[in-house]
Structure formats: C-alpha cells, structure tokens
T-cell receptor, first 117, second 117 residues
Framework: DGGITQSPKYLFRKEGQNVTLSCEQN?????MYWYRQDPGQGLRLIYY???????QKGDIAEGYSVSREKKESFPLTVTSAQKNPTAFYLC????????????????FGEGSWLTVV | AQSVSQHNHHVILSEAASLELGCNYS??????LFWYVQYPGQHLQLLLK??????LVKGIKGFEAEFIKSKFSFNLRKPSVQWSDTAEYFC???????????????FGQGTILTVHP
C-alpha cells in the first residue's frame, strides 16, 4: 500500500536523551514535513524539506534536528535541548513543495506519541 | 508571517443541526486554503481545498466552505450534521508560491465538534 509510515507509534524517553522518530513515504513525493500537535494549539511546523539534501526550519525548530539523505525518508531527532518534548508528532508529504496549484495536497502519516518520563 | 485563527475551540450540536466553523487568516497575498478533519484515532484527512475560481468549494461528506477575500475568511459549513461528523477540524493556509510561505502549511488551533445523536 502507498502511504506514509511513522515509527514508533509510541515512544517513551528519559529526560536528557535524544530520540529519533522515523518517517518513510513510498508516494514518490518531493516535499516532506514534520508537525507537532498539542491540545488547543493545532499543528505547528517543526521542519520541512522541499527536496533531497535540503531542509528548512519551521516555526518551532529549536531543540529538533532533521536530515533528508533519501527522497523517501525524513527522520526527526528530538534532542535534549527541547524543553517540552511530550507531544504528538505528525509527518507529512506532498508531491511538490508548491502547494499553490490544484491537485497538490499534503498527506499525513498516523503520527507518533512521544512521552518524556 | 501567515497565521490562522479558528474562533471556536469546542462546538456541541445535535444531529440534523446546521454547522458553521469560523476560520480567519492573516496574509495579504494570494493564498490556498484547506480544511482537514481528524476523526478519533485516525490521521488527518483533507476535507476540501480552495486554490482559485469559484469561492464556494464543495468537499467530501457534504461539507462546503466559502472563501471571502475581503474578510480573510474561509468558514466551513454543513447544512445537517451527523453523529459520525464528531471530530476535530483544522483550517490551514498556504501563501503565494515564491513568497516566504512557499511550501509551508500553517494550521489553526483546531475546533472539536461533538454531535449528539
């Protein structure tokens, strides 16, 4: 099946540890995104990548890092510098970064829950 | 920077009632507008989108939205809701390609809709 796969679905982290969330897509999409979802705050953009080997900071990039070495993969590392990492993380992709034409839509994975203990 | 505001955090309706969820954005240029829905335990799905042309956009499951440029609004409507419409609804906006918002989708805070049978 085509789609976006995020893993793990649930992750527990001790304070001070880095963790990496995986995101893989087999849709042949150029653009990929990471969002964080908190109750009452909607989705906030962490990082996005318009093409392989390139990525840009979103609105809340502090304490996070990403890489885009392969078109199908966009892993997110939540570092110990992230002060409030407990959240629901959503990975997404779109055929191209240019959302401004009909037919180009962002598709979302099922998300990963990260809890700091 | 673009921003999106959804007026209601939680809306409670009875089945067959009419629905209107407000969405306002702040961006002076050309925008693309979206409504996403997240049913309990499921990932985000696209309800409808506006790129250009007729400002009244029809989406899936009987939803529609009207783009009013002068009011910077993109309100979601449904004439008669069902229990199965219980979900969280997100409005999102993407700015003009080539501008600073290119490739970024900015979300509102979300509105939880609860429909009682």
């Amino acid at each position: 099946d085509g789609g976006i796969t995020q893993s793990p679905k649930y992750l527990f982290r001790k304070e001070g540890q880095n963790v990496t969330l995986s995101c893989e897509q087999n849709l042949n999409h150029d653009a990929m995104y990471w969002y964080r979802q908190d109750p009452g705050q909607g989705l906030r953009l962490i990082y996005y990548s318009q093409i392989v080997n390139d990525f840009q900071k979103g609105d809340i990039a502090e304490g996070y890092s990403v890489s885009r070495e392969k078109k199908e993969s966009f892993p997110l590392t939540v570092t110990s510098a992230q002060k409030n990492p407990t959240a629901f993380y959503l990975c997404a992709s779109s055929p191209s970064p240019g959302l401004g034409f009909s037919g180009n839509t962002i598709y979302f994975g099922e998300g990963s829950w990260l809890t700091v203990v | 920077a673009q921003s999106v505001s959804q007026h209601n955090h939680h809306v409670i309706l009875s089945e067959a009632a009419s629905l209107e969820l407000g969405c306002n954005y702040s961006y002076g240029g050309t925008v693309n507008l979206f409504w996403y829905v997240q049913y309990p335990g499921q990932h985000l799905q696209l309800l409808l989108k506006y790129f250009s042309g007729d400002p009244l956009v029809k989406g899936i499951k009987g939803f529609e939205a009207e783009f009013i440029k002068s009011k910077f609004s993109f309100n979601l409507r449904k004439p008669s809701v069902q229990w199965s419409d219980t979900a969280e609804y997100f409005c999102a906006v993407n700015g003009d390609p080539g501008g600073t918002s290119y490739g970024k989708l900015t979300f509102g805070q979300g509105t939880i809709l609860t429909v009682h049978p």
